[in-house]
């Protein structure tokens, strides 16, 4: 078993920057692709950025290219999305998912753990 847990949400001006962390525990999930989805207020949980095991391979929804980040520190057990130039529909609670896999994914029935999420509120 995997546990995961977010950390670093909070409110901030639409232009900022934030940087959440996914801190693993139970497990190393270096073998583990990682991921991060958001739920935007009244709308269904959609996919954010993407990272494989080594770290070589991502991926990212087209409304975050450009100014989303998702990284890892295997050695720490943590996986990172640093987020600028936020928007106001970047609002949602974003969570964090490992696999078993460590090839990237995309979608959310291919994660097999999940964390509870943090709130990003984005004021414009």
């Known amino acids: 078993q995997v546990q995961l847990v977010e950390s670093g949400g909070g409110l901030v001006q639409a232009g900022g920057s934030l940087r959440l962390s996914c801190a693993a525990s139970?497990?190393?999930?270096?073998?583990?692709?990682m991921g991060w989805f958001r739920r935007p207020p009244g709308k269904a949980r959609e996919f954010v950025a993407a990272?494989?095991?080594?770290?070589?391979?991502?991926y990212y929804a087209d409304s975050v290219k450009g100014r989303f980040t998702i990284s890892r520190e295997n050695t720490k057990n943590t996986v990172y999305l640093q987020m600028i130039t936020l928007k106001s529909e970047d609002s949602a609670v974003y969570f964090c998912?490992?696999?078993?896999?460590?090839?990237?994914?995309?979608?959310?029935?291919?994660?097999?753990?999940w964390g509870r999420g943090t709130q990003v509120t984005v004021s414009s």
């Open positions: 990272i494989s095991a080594t770290g070589r391979t991502t």
């Open positions: 998912a490992a696999r078993r896999l460590s090839t990237a994914a995309m979608m959310m029935i291919d994660y097999d753990y």
């Open positions: 139970g497990r190393t999930i270096s073998t583990s692709a």
